[in-house]
């Protein structure tokens, strides 16, 4: 039995991988390293992500229901960062819990995300 149990990446279903790659790509200075019609991911300064193509996509509708996981980026502007996020296609909730350090972002295609000021590791 092997005895490494070592995270690779997170995956986030989407209904078009290549598509959601790229826009984070955009968004986290990051690149797409790989792209098929029903993989992709995107490498950056904080880790991996893949994306996988999924027939069975649905949202989640924040916050009514929030995502069983999501993805956060660590910024030091959050009025910056959010100006960047919009201009290259997410959509900023009304619905904001943490104002003070963390605002919550969809995805173009539904996914919730955050921008936060808080680093709980560093």
Known sequence: MSEKLQ???VTVNCPDAG??????????DGEVTFSHPSWATM???????DFQSV?????????EQ?????LDFLV????????????????????????EH????????GNPFCLTLLDEVG
């Open 7 to 9: 995270l690779s990446s």
């Open 19 to 28: 598509e959601l790659a790229d826009f984070y790509a955009r968004i986290a």
């Open 43 to 49: 490498k950056c300064a904080g880790g991996r992500v």
């Open 55 to 63: 027939d069975y996509y649905a949202p989640a509708r924040w916050p």
């Open 66 to 70: 929030t995502a069983m996981i999501h």
């Open 76 to 99: 030091d502007d959050l009025e910056e960062a959010a100006q960047r996020v919009v201009e290259v296609g997410a959509t900023r909730f009304s619905v904001q819990p943490n104002i």
């Open 102 to 109: 963390c605002l919550v972002f969809a995805d173009p295609v």
